[in-house]
């Protein structure tokens, strides 16, 4: 539970991040539907669209989930882990920009540029499956932040809670989305917070958490195990 509760506050730290890199896609998706819809549209089509940002977070919590398994499978999950949670600390310690580093690549930028050139489609239409579209494509555009939680998603221990952790991730980037796409800029003035000083303190503990549960040992919550050593089997042989 801790550990979703942990995604959690690390969506709600990282919506700082998102007002700034998503906020502006966010405000076009909801002036779009102040054309042909009512206060009640404008809210429920805002809140469409941070449902399909999150949806895209935790379609890549499955896949990124799944080569975690795969890592676990052939026995290098651990190390794998410990590798991506030390990276993501000498970003954090050198204040490296990870999205302008990931923007070298160029499967990364060709990516970026079909999502963004299907995003310009749905813009031009209306109704709640555009908006829902385009909440989920944004959620797609490679995103410095989005990385760390798919590095720490990488590292659950099971499937399961590779997805949930994006899922509380993209509802801990919820609520400050939302009013920022209501209020605009009167939110932003509140806030207003350079993301690239928030990148490197994530990726330092993002990276530190990583670390830390890849050596940590589950202890059973009953007291069998203290009671097995207090009380020893004697064999005589």
Known sequence: MWFLVLAFNMGLLASLHCIGMCGPLSILAHTNMKKSTGSFGQVSSTILYQFGRTIAYMALGLIFGLVGQAFGFVGLQKVVTIIMGTGLIVVGLFSLNIDRLMGKSPLIEKSSKL???????????????????????????????????????????????????????????????????????????????????????????????????????????????????????????
């Open 115 to 237: 999502i963004i050139k299907v995003l310009t489609r749905y813009y031009e239409r209306s109704g709640n499956t555009s908006v829902l579209v385009v909440g989920f494509l944004n959620g797609l555009i490679p995103c410095g932040i989005v990385y760390f939680a798919l590095a720490s998603a990488t590292a659950a221990m099971s499937l399961q809670e590779s997805v949930l952790y994006m899922l509380f991730f993209g509802l801990g980037t919820t609520p400050l989305m939302v009013l920022f796409t209501l209020f605009g800029n009167g939110i932003k003035s509140k806030f207003n917070l350079s993301y690239q000083k928030i990148l490197p303190w994530f990726a330092f503990f993002t990276g530190f958490v990583m670390i830390w549960r890849s050596f940590a040992i589950e202890i059973p919550m009953d007291l069998s195990l203290i009671l097995s050593m207090k009380n020893p089997v004697m064999c005589h042989w």
